[in-house]
Nanobody
Framework: QVQFVESGGGLVQPGGSLRLSCAAS????????MGWYRQAPGKQRELVAR???????NYADSVKGRFTISRDNAKNTVYLQMNSLNPEDTAVYYC????????????WGQGTQVTVSS
């Protein structure tokens, strides 16, 4: 079993900032990467940012220069600092863990709402 504790979502005005955090716990041993995906109404889920256990990062073009992902491997925790938010960032953000356990796969958090509106 894998449990996620996601926090940091909420309502923010355009230009504001939020910091998301996700801590994974349970029977997980071989994490390849942790990251954040988002899904806006009527849109497909998309990658926002990801970071591997070795520290390699990957960002969606739309968030480069505004968002920063970081992690604490010892605590299986990933963070997403989001700056200069705009209404297009409004979505449900999902924590993701890519792993090599049981042949490999993905674990997903329940999601946290981020709303950017004036």
């Amino acid at each position: 079993q894998v449990q996620f504790v996601e926090s940091g979502g909420g309502l923010v005005q355009p230009g504001g900032s939020l910091r998301l955090s996700c801590a994974a716990s349970g029977s997980i041993f071989n994490i390849y990467a942790m990251g954040w995906y988002r899904q806006a109404p009527g849109k497909q889920r998309e990658l926002v940012a990801r970071i591997t256990s070795g520290g390699r990062t990957n960002y969606a073009d739309s968030v480069k220069g505004r968002f920063t992902i970081s992690r604490d491997n010892a605590k299986n925790t990933v963070y997403l600092q989001m700056n200069s938010l705009n209404p297009e960032d409004t979505a449900v953000y999902y924590c993701n863990v890519a792993h090599w356990d049981k042949g490999g796969g993905d674990y997903w958090g329940q999601g946290t709402q981020v709303t950017v509106s004036s």
